[in-house]
């Protein structure tokens, strides 16, 4: 993409947290796959630019979903009976078994990439399993669709069932440096590697430090689990007794943020110092409400997290969520805001809608540069939804539209075009 | 219908709480409108009936909504912002104040209809709003749909904005006469009037009087809300000083169960006594869950209504809630147990699917009669689900592919056909 085109409908975006800006019947210029103004008009400069009308739809930007699991997704829906140890042991690790079939991933990975493709989604971190070709093969598959997504090899050298479980540090780190490598040498243009420890449980100090030296030499960010479940945390307090909290099991190594472009999901059991480490080395929180309230983990305190700066996006954390659609995550983070403002603390402001859609789209976004706002310099990645099919007797505004689309989830069938850097990708 | 038919698939009900029974490509049999069993194969006496193959797809009772109201339809999912009661004034209200105008009621009462048609509810129990002929109208409109509905003509003689606040408890108690009276002479098959005082804060004490009367005289069922926000029950503590707790203000004019079958919706804040009455008078709950988190009311304490022996059913309350899927409703209130076990109360187990599923099916079911099961004698209310359109690598269950339907949502795109009292009402 060398030229500019305008798209023109009801512009809406969130450049602030808590603010919704509207541009009705307005036109968005993309030039060389970056956006650069909101017009009324088209400027006469800019005449010659072809406009893609998308006749009154809503054109917000694109949804980034910062915590999904590939493999996981053929059993979303499923298994939703039990807390997060018993959960994995019981449907995480047998179905992620499976990838060390090629056949079988391919299969699997296709309906993943397939499905998310049509959803308002164009951005994602994501975990595979521990199998080093599999993952290649996610890989492959998601840069033909055109998102963009961070994939992560899972490192996992202890406390997993026989065939996900590591040998050990060494072979492990080498699998991962391997991993690296040749995902980096296949030349991806919207598909990077991320360093993905599957969380402190699973993985001994020794290959924290190795693959946090391959995130180093090759200047990978990080994604990885925190404070998700009590039992979960307790269990990491055990084993390893000379960290201070769990974040710091992750920042003794560097693995926790400062260079390292790190999300950590879940949050919700972090304490005060946990959470100053985060402020300080800049870790985002991938806010998973759908998960958290399926494996019963709680609320994290998302309006403390906002109060205090944090860097703060939504997941939909699929298994764990039972759905890849972030408009749901956007309503489903507002519910738990409000029941937790209810339940646990009436100081804690319930997140309002527009709040909510920031951290769907410039709060994660920002995990991957000027992306999730269509301020001028941002990556031009946009959705345009077609809200025509929800019939309704009286007229709505743009703000009223917008809410509703997501409530009713026109994710499913309002999709019209989707673009991510500029090109369309979907439709 | 006097013949009979054979629905065949995968035949899944719930008889009681917490089971679920699935006969796989089994026969369930229609006579006159009633289930007569299910086979696996057809036996010789019914040779001659016809099969209605349904290729494999899951068949599952007709889901009951125990709590909805039509007029807010149109604005669902919404005006998300605040609590019940400024809710009311600022959302609720001012919809219902176009209802005035018929030409209105029928374009959105007509866009109501036609989308509960679509989705998995066959019964459904309806607040309309103050205005009669508005009322008889969606009467019309919902007896040609084919579902069954009760549906009531809203009283409200205070605390009510101008043009919504009936004038005084005579003329509102004469227009409830009248509307009960045209209701019953239009002779609908499968649409019933139902009295309907909004909540105590919006009626006097001698307008419940007056149409507690009116209830006794043909013998009507009553719906209402009950113990939803702790400012509402305030409110009602201090405009009833007399009544001893919220639900007693409905008892002591006999409008809470015992002679009249009465749906309560919400029960979050009900006091020891209010549950003891609720079971000695047999009232049901109508548990809502997307709307006890959307306007920020908590969690019902559904586990132990169970396990009191109440009964429950559940409501999608459109449009506090802000959707009419009752496939939400089902797993909305396994959600929110989970939440009511982790931040309220560890002795209280989170809610199962097939738990769940009950509620949506046989628990609201009651109310009607013989309904929500495929026992015999039950009314033949089904709803046939192809979850074909939902991809997946590894084989599933029946059971998986069940609760996967309603996790995922396939109400919005997969249902093939649906059945009312033996009659095929959709596709």
Redesign the interface.
């Known amino acids: 993409m060398s030229e500019g085109f305008f798209l023109k409908g009801n512009i809406c975006h969130t450049p602030s947290l808590g603010s919704l800006v509207i541009a009705e019947d307005s036109y968005l210029l993309c030039m060389d796959g970056r956006c650069e103004g909101i017009f009324s008009e088209i400027p006469a400069q800019y005449a010659e630019y072809p406009v893609k009308d998308t006749g009154g739809c809503l054109i917000i930007p694109g949804l980034v979903d910062m915590h999904i699991h590939a493999p996981q997704f ?5 298994g ?2 039990c807390e997060l140890l018993e959960w994995l042991y019981k449907y995480a690790y047998p ?1 992620e078994s ?1 990838y060390a079939d090629l056949s ?1 991933a391919d ?2 990975y296709g ?1 993943f990439a397939k499905t998310l493709a049509a959803t308002a989604t164009t951005r994602a971190v994501v975990f595979a399993t521990v199998h080093r070709e599999a993952t290649l093969r996610l890989m492959d598959i998601m840069e033909k669709t055109g998102m963009v997504s961070c994939i992560g090899k899972v490192n996992m050298d202890r406390d997993a069932p026989d065939g996900l479980r590591e040998t050990d540090a060494d072979s492990a780190a080498a699998d991962t440096l391997a991993f690296v490598t040749q995902a980096l040498e296949r030349g991806y243009r919207n598909t990077y590697p991320i360093i993905t420890p599957r969380f402190i449980p699973s993985c001994t100090d020794t290959l924290l430090q190795k693959i946090s030296e391959i995130r180093k030499r090759f200047d990978l960010p990080v994604q990885s689990h925190l404070s998700e479940n009590p039992d979960e945390v307790e269990m990491v307090r055990k084993l390893v007794p000379e960290a201070a909290f769990y974040g710091d099991a992750y920042d003794r190594v560097g693995l926790f943020g400062g260079d390292s472009r790190t999300v950590m999901a879940h949050c919700i059991y972090s304490t005060e110092e946990e959470i100053a480490l985060m402020k300080q080395n800049g870790v985002w929180v991938a806010h998973c409400p ?1 998960c958290n ?7 994290a305190p998302i309006r403390r997290y906002l109060g205090k700066g944090l860097r703060v996006g939504l997941g939909t954390d699929v298994a764990g969520g ?2 890849e659609s972030m408009f749901r995550a956007v ?1 489903a983070a ?3 805001s ?2 937790y ?4 603390n009436q100081g804690s402001e ?1 997140l ?2 527009p709040e909510s859609l920031y951290l769907a789209t410039k709060g994660g976004g920002s995990f991957f540069g000027q992306v999730g706002s269509f301020e001028d310099g941002y990556e031009f990645d946009a959705v345009v939804l077609d809200d025509s099919v929800l ?4 007229p ?1 505004t743009v703000q ?1 539209r917008l ?7 026109l994710d ?2 309002g999709i019209r075009s989707k673009y991510v850097r500029g090109n369309q990708i979907f439709r």
Chains 1, 2 share one sequence.
């Open positions: 053929s059993y979303r829906g499923l939703m009976d179905e499976k079988y299969k699997a309906i759908d309230m399926n494996v019963s983990s709680g609320i039972h759905t309503t507002i519910q738990v409000k029941l403002w209810r339940l646990v319930p309002s809608f019939p309704h007797p009286q709505l009223e809410e509703r689309a997501f409530y009713l989830g499913r069938n």
